[in-house]
């Protein structure tokens, strides 16, 4: 049980830094903290109560209203730097989680699915409740329309400046083109 | 989207009974990083704690990661670990805030990145 491979471990003089993969069911969250982690990605369960608050003594952690949820874990280790790789479900149930788990978090990359954009209005809202810089990128599955970036736009009715791009999740180097467009966007806002 | 293993008890039995020592004030989180510390003294401790100091004889490892190799919920290892960390046990480092980003921040992040 309490078995990890020991090259796993880092460096503790790391800066740690932690990023949010964030899409609604499907899209291919997994998938991308796959492709970009070092470590083989991690489950680690978090528990709520049906009311949607979180679960943080360990009295009440086995009642019957509490449910748990899974969020991916990866991690890359760069030089100086160490991102830690979240990968959350964007249901709107999942509010005081989001709170949580943005806090302190460098910036949100929401995934897209053409095919069923509406499903990305509640993430979008989560993500936007926390007050945490992101960006879409849009998940092209085999059977998912062509519709012109600027439309995708308008669709999600995203601001002027928020990058848009597409991806495949399951790449690593579209994966981390994702996420540098995501941290130039960040780095542009600080110094504007 | 729940794990569908809401039947399974989320704390094991062995951890209910543990005696957790859980301080008032709690600074662990998600991303911080746990080791053990030099002089610790590690005998005598409850299952959990005992799987939870083998996990990190061999260097350490942030909270999160420590719940998913130990199979218990975030919420359970963060008191754990917080708790071991109040005898001195553990060390923890606490994540650096990173919603008011430090642009050398960004700029490892970027050229770390780029240069993959
Ligand atoms: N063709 C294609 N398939 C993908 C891509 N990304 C993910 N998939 C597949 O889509 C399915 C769902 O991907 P996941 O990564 O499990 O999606 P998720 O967002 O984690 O899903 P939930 O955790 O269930 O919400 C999997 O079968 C993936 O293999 C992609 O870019 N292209
Ligand atoms: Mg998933």
Known sequence: MASAPSDTRISTDHIPVKLIIAGPFGVGKTTMVDALSEIKPLNTEEVLTQAGTLVDDLTGVNEKT?????????????????????????????????????RGALGVLVLADTRRIDDSFAVLDLVESTGVRYAVAVNNFPDSPEYPLEA?????????????????????VSARASLIALVEHIRELMLT | MTSGRQRRRVVPDYMAA???TVPEHISVERT???????????????????HLIALLREGPLSVYECAAYLGLPYCVVRLLVAGLAETGTLLTRAPLRADAPDLEILELVLSGLRAL
Not at chain 1, 158 to 169: I, K, S
Not at chain 2, 32 to 50: F, M, R, Y
């Open chain 2, 18 to 20: 543990a005696k957790l």
């Open chain 1, 152 to 172: 995708v736009r308008q669709a999600l009715d995203l601001h002027p400046h928020t990058p848009l791009v597409v991806c495949d999740a399951r790449d690593p």
């Open chain 2, 32 to 50: 911080t990083i746990v080791v053990v510390a030099p002089e610790a003294v590690t005998d005598g401790l409850d299952p959990p704690g005992s």
């Open chain 1, 66 to 102: 509490t449910t748990t949820t899974a969020i991916d874990f990866g991690r890359l280790t760069l030089p100086g730097v160490v991102l830690y790789l979240f990968g959350a479900p964007g249901q709107a149930r999942f509010q005081v989680l989001w709170q949580e788990l943005a």
